[in-house]
């Protein structure tokens, strides 16, 4: 027998009745979600710009133009990058993290870490810094007399102490750096930049790479590629001494034959675009090409470092001819300043080689760091220093970010049966300076002995982040879509570090 029927359920087989109760409820209904709506716009959350901040982003991208500056997302602290990258994993308690126990522990093992394997296995015991450290600027902060015209500059400089990776291996390290990934295919954060932001400069790349003048790093092209974004976003990469290749034309073409070639395939293509309408990917090759026609002018005068002063040289150490490697990485860094003076975008300088093998022309200090690191930091030093400085006496600093940094660190033990440190990713240190962040300032700590990050730890993404928002990007948004997924620089991680903006 049927169970009986409620009230309620008697009331709704009245056919007239069950209109009424439904009609009175998606009235309810619409009620509840006006009000609902109401509410968020009261909060802020329903406006349009507000919704907007929420969605991933896309920049529009004009392919007969695909270099035009582009506004960013919010108010830009900087406008352009300069990320000097040291090859090899330089060292960070040898450098710039200063750790009062390893000079106390010299010799002893690592606590809790008895027979500690890493990359290239087992460890040995504590080994003090190969320099002494000396308080250095009004700030007072502790640095290696190895690298002292660096550590000179104390005080305009943010160091990161607490920086971790997600590989010990030196090729996919140095694609995490400049990638935010550990395998090949991934665009490069100055591609993502140029991307996004395009260039105040027509005639230059909007994203330059300076490999060092011993070679390239182990990595090569993946640190300034464009992975999945259109090909035109990767970086141009040349040096002081090894220029652009194939773009002076033939001597047997005069320069007015050269410019009345160009004015006419100039005018055939915009006959072509009135007669069959404009194709994008045509249009987009066309502006490479016309590009590279202007770079023809534009690079030459910019490499052309015969225009700067004899004491600008000096400074930067450009004519010391007892360490030519020394001379040829100051000229790269001249170079990257008179780039971020044409308004090139991103300018990536590399400090270190791997054509010469394992810590010969790189910061890889597995067997000899103590005889191999005076003649890196000889070769870094004084040019890098004097990068920053000449840019903060021009007043180009004030927009513009300076990165230092490295894919990770060392260990603070020596090797067993050797006289260097393996690979640690568990906690190294980058600097920032320029626009946007606060100096003199020591964000996050590792370990009493410089080992792992211990306080304010800080991921790759993290890194990406604050660069990116520094830019006036939300690293959550800046997206473009690929194979099915929105892809990120900072893949589904990363937060800014708001502990180090001015």
């Given amino acids: 027998m049927p169970p009986p029927i409620s009230p309620a359920a008697h009331d709704l087989l009245d056919r007239r009745r069950f209109l009424s109760h439904t009609g009175t409820s998606l009235g309810a209904i619409a009620l509840a979600s006006l009000l609902q709506g109401e509410q968020r716009t009261k909060a802020g959350e329903g406006s349009a710009e507000a919704n907007a901040a929420d969605k991933p982003w896309n920049p529009t991208i004009d392919p007969a133009h695909p270099y035009r500056a582009r506004p960013p997302h919010h108010r830009a602290r900087a406008d352009q990058v300069i990320l000097i990258f040291c090859s090899g994993a330089l060292s960070q308690v040898d450098t710039f993290d200063f750790k009062p126990a390893l000079f106390e522990h010299d010799g002893r093992p690592l606590p809790g870490a008895d027979a500690l394997v890493t990359f290239q296995g087992e460890n040995g015991n504590l080994t003090r810094p190969i320099r002494e450290?000396?308080?250095?600027?009004?700030?007072?902060?502790?640095?290696?007399?190895?690298?002292?015209?660096?550590?000179?500059?104390?005080?305009?400089?943010?160091?990161?102490?607490?920086?971790?990776?997600?590989?010990?291996?030196?090729?996919?390290?140095?694609?995490?750096?400049?990638?935010?990934?550990?395998?090949?295919?991934?665009?490069?954060?100055?591609?993502?930049?140029?991307?996004?932001?395009?260039?105040?400069?027509?005639?230059?790349?909007?994203?330059?790479?300076?490999?060092?003048?011993?070679?390239?790093?182990?990595?090569?092209?993946?640190?300034?590629?464009?992975?999945?974004?259109?090909?035109l976003f990767q970086g141009t990469a040349f040096n002081a001494s090894q220029p652009i290749r194939y773009l002076d034309p033939p001597q047997s073409i005069s320069p007015a034959r050269d410019r009345a070639t160009a004015q006419f395939l100039k005018s055939l293509n915009a006959r072509d675009s009135q007669n069959f309408g404009r194709d994008n990917d045509l249009a987009a090759r066309i502006a490479s090409y016309e590009l590279a026609a202007r770079m023809q002018l534009a690079v030459p005068q910019v490499t052309n470092l015969s225009q700067e002063p004899s004491h600008i040289l000096r400074s930067y150490g450009a004519d010391q001819e007892n360490n030519k490697t020394k001379a040829a990485y100051a000229r790269n860094c001249i170079?990257?300043?008179?780039?971020?003076?044409?308004?090139?975008?991103?300018?990536?300088?590399?400090?270190?080689?791997?054509?010469?093998?394992?810590?010969?022309?790189?910061?890889?200090?597995?067997?000899?760091?103590?005889?191999?690191?005076?003649?890196?930091?000889?070769?870094l030093d004084q040019p890098t220093a004097a990068l920053i400085r000449d840019l903060k006496q021009r007043g180009l600093l004030e927009r513009t970010l300076v990165i230092f940094c490295t894919e990770f660190g060392r260990m603070p033990t020596f090797q067993k049966g050797a006289s260097g440190r393996d690979h640690n990713p568990e906690g190294f240190t980058a600097f920032l300076a320029g626009a946007g962040v606060k100096a003199p300032l020591s964000f996050g700590a590792t370990d009493e002995f410089g080992y792992r990050a211990v306080e304010d730890v800080v991921s790759v993404h993290d890194f990406h982040a604050t660069i990116l928002h520094l830019l006036g990007l939300d690293h959550e948004r800046l997206t473009y879509y690929h194979n099915g997924t929105l892809r990120r620089l900072t893949d589904v991680h990363g937060h800014v570090i708001e502990a180090v903006l001015s």
């Fill in 133 to 231: 450290f000396h308080p250095r600027g009004e700030c007072g902060k502790m640095t290696s007399e190895l690298l002292p015209h660096l550590g000179s500059l104390a005080d305009d400089l943010c160091f990161i102490h607490s920086l971790t990776t997600k590989t010990n291996t030196h090729g996919p390290g140095e694609n995490v750096m400049s990638t935010g990934f550990n395998v090949d295919g991934f665009p490069s954060m100055g591609a993502w930049s140029s991307y996004a932001l395009g260039s105040e400069n027509s005639d230059l790349p909007t994203f330059i790479a300076i490999p060092d003048p011993r070679g390239l790093p182990q990595s090569a092209g993946n640190n300034w590629g464009p992975g999945f974004l259109p090909a």
């Fill in 335 to 379: 170079l990257a300043r008179r780039l971020i003076e044409q308004g090139v975008r991103f300018v990536q300088l590399f400090n270190g080689a791997y054509a010469m093998g394992e810590g010969v022309g790189n910061w890889d200090g597995h067997k000899q760091i103590a005889d191999q690191y005076p003649g890196h930091a000889e070769i």
